[in-house]
């Protein structure tokens, strides 16, 4: 088991930023890919953003590239997504997760925060 704990979410303007964290208990941290996903309101989940172990490589689905950018810090357990230029298609719950690579093989899963922009 690998507990995850989004934070960060909140009510911002169009245009703003808000920067998501996820902190993860345990030693096997550094051992796990980790995403970002969302879900909006009647939506099915999307992934947004992965980063691989070591951090070396990340992916984006195409409506945040540009936008947003996620980091790790294996010293401290934790998961970023910095998200800039905020739009109100960007409201959803986001969740991070945990996995084998950045392609997929989600094992491990956040309650989620909510992230809500306003127009």
């Known amino acids: 088991q690998v507990p995850l704990v989004e934070s960060g979410g909140g009510l911002v303007q169009a245009g703003g930023s808000l920067r998501l964290s996820c902190a993860a208990s345990?030693?096997?941290?550094?051992?796990?890919?980790m995403g970002w996903f969302r879900q909006a309101p009647g939506k099915e989940r999307e992934h947004v953003a992965a980063?691989?172990?070591?951090?070396?490589?990340?992916k984006y689905t195409d409506s945040v590239k540009g936008r947003f950018t996620v980091s790790r810090d294996n010293a401290k357990n934790t998961v970023y997504l910095q998200m800039n230029k905020l739009k109100p298609e960007d409201t959803a719950v986001y969740y991070c997760?945990?996995?084998?690579?950045?392609?997929?093989?989600?094992?491990?899963w956040g309650q989620g925060t909510q992230v809500t922009v306003s127009s």
């Open positions: 997760a945990a996995g084998a690579t950045v392609e997929g093989g989600w094992i491990f």
């Open positions: 345990g030693r096997t941290f550094s051992t796990y890919a």
């Open positions: 980063i691989s172990l070591s951090g070396s490589r990340t």
